[in-house]
């Protein structure tokens, strides 16, 4: 099958390797009919996370089941499945507390930019969703990080209704973030951004407001839209110092920063946190824990986080779509097969 591999920071290459196999009579084999491109994928891309050796890449994917082991009992061959970026047991103990980003059988995909891949704990870990419409497909496949990513960044923060939260990265889990914060009943909702097209998708999603500026300018124009009292939600969706910063200062005393951005290197000092009372909360996303729920608002119309998609390649030209992700040229890409 044909596989996509980072072989050196810039450098994304398709080669020929064996399909997967089942190695545990609870593994499912699935073929891969969406992938894409993920954020953290560009950390490896440009060299801020090291490459030591070529190695196969991409988390995200929905397929069909094409094999599955004599211990798997609730995914059948032929099923239409909808998978979280992590393979989870979902009965453990941390599991059953709704934290299968921890499971203690913790899994990770070794690479869905591909034809196939092969899916540990596929009880725990695979949704079969019956025949979904051609255009929920890809909101479907959204489901599988970047909604489940913004919706914890939400949940993290004490999203609800009457509150101003604010999403700070306009990156596809910083739009998706701005969906959850509207299904959960926001009154204001505000989108950090200084990309025309980013800002567009914000509101059709349910920005009611957005702010361009950064740093001292942002946190300022934040502090006017709310009194000078700070958000009651603030979701954090970027990863670096900079925008951890930008979310602490901007959260009103005695609320939570969501923070679900992976953090590279950011180092900071406790003060602020302590002076004004600011929790901080979030991490990887237990994305299993909220896969049906989102599952059933995409496929009740209600949410199409799809949208985040505004460039389509066949997995062939998977180098272009991580330079189109890098150069922000794209939001977000998907790949057909
Ligand atoms: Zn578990």
């Not at 070794?110 to 497909?137: H, K, M, S, W, Y």
Request: hydrophobic share 40%; glycine share 10%; aromatic share 6%.
């Amino acid at each position: 099958m044909r596989a996509t591999f980072i072989t050196a920071p810039g450098d994304i290459e398709i080669r020929q390797i064996p399909e997967p196999t089942l190695r545990e009579q609870t593994d499912a084999i699935v073929r891969i009919t969406h992938s894409c491109v993920c954020g953290s994928d560009l950390w490896s891309y440009r060299g801020v996370k090291e490459v030591p050796k070529p190695l196969q890449i991409g988390h995200e994917f929905i397929g069909e089941v094409t094999q599955v082991g004599d211990d798997v009992t609730t995914i059948k061959v032929g099923d239409f499945v909808v998978a979280p970026f992590t393979t989870s047991d979902n009965t453990c103990v941390h599991c059953r507390a709704g934290f299968q980003s921890a499971c203690q059988n913790l899994g990770f995909y070794r690479g869905c930019q591909a034809e196939f891949t092969r899916v540990a704990n596929a009880d725990g870990t695979l949704i079969a969703v019956a025949e979904p419409r051609p255009e929920q497909v890809r909101s479907l496949l959204a489901c599988s990080d970047v909604l489940g990513t913004g919706w914890h960044a939400a949940v993290s923060a004490g999203v609800g209704p009457g509150k101003t939260a604010v999403v700070v990265g306009d990156g596809a889990v910083g739009l998706c973030a701005v969906i959850a914060a509207r299904v959960l009943g926001a009154e204001r909702i505000v989108a950090m951004s200084r990309h025309e097209p980013r800002q567009q998708l914000a509101r059709t999603f349910g920005a009611t407001d957005i702010v361009a500026e950064r740093g001292e300018v942002g946190i300022n124009a934040i502090l006017d839209l709310t009194d000078g009292l700070g958000a009651q939600a603030v979701m954090e969706c970027v990863g670096t110092r900079e925008a951890m910063e930008q979310s602490i200062a901007i959260a009103r005393p005695g609320t939570c920063v969501g923070f679900v951005g992976v953090p590279h290197g950011v180092q900071m000092p406790l003060e602020p946190y302590f002076q004004r009372n600011i929790g901080l909360r979030g991490g990887m996303a237990p994305v299993r824990a909220y896969l049906p729920h989102l599952i059933e608002l995409v496929l009740a119309g209600t949410i199409d986080p799809g949208l985040v998609f505004d460039l389509t390649l066949p997995l062939d030209e998977v180098a272009d779509a991580y330079q189109a992700m890098d150069e922000r040229r794209a939001i977000k890409v998907m790949l057909e097969p």
